[in-house]
């Protein structure tokens, strides 16, 4: 299974972004799916999980009321849109999944920069 991460960019503060994780290969094998977060100089943290039903979502106390997760089995895709962006949002954003065997599948990272 591969992850591949879309959507990062440079938006000014205030703005939004969504963000893309499309999954291939063996995607019946996928359970819950991730967004993580790197800052620089910072670890890594977790943004928001979601079940692979999409019936349990739960967010990083730093993006609720301002990050939306959700996944489209259908199309093997998941998504985290993100509004009122600040400087603090800035970071490589990561997708992750976890089989159904426990397995962690991480995506290669797309960069999310706010400019304030």
């Known amino acids: 299974v591969q992850l591949v991460e879309s959507g990062g960019g440079l938006v000014q503060a205030g703005g939004g972004l969504r963000l893309s994780c499309a999954a291939s290969?063996?995607?019946?094998?996928?359970?819950?799916m991730g967004w993580y977060r790197q800052a620089p100089g910072k670890q890594r943290e977790v943004v928001a999980g979601?079940?692979?039903?999409?019936?349990?979502?739960k967010y990083a106390d730093s993006v609720k009321g301002r990050f939306t997760i959700s996944r489209d089995n259908a199309k093997n895709t998941m998504y985290l849109q993100m509004n009122s962006l600040n400087a603090e949002d800035t970071a490589v954003y990561f997708c992750?999944?976890?089989?159904?065997?426990?397995?962690?599948?991480w995506g290669q990272g797309t960069q999310v920069t706010v400019s304030s």
């Open positions: 979601i079940t692979s039903d999409g019936g349990v979502i």
């Open positions: 290969g063996s995607t019946s094998s996928i359970n819950a």
């Open positions: 992750y999944a976890r089989t159904v065997v426990g397995g962690s599948l």
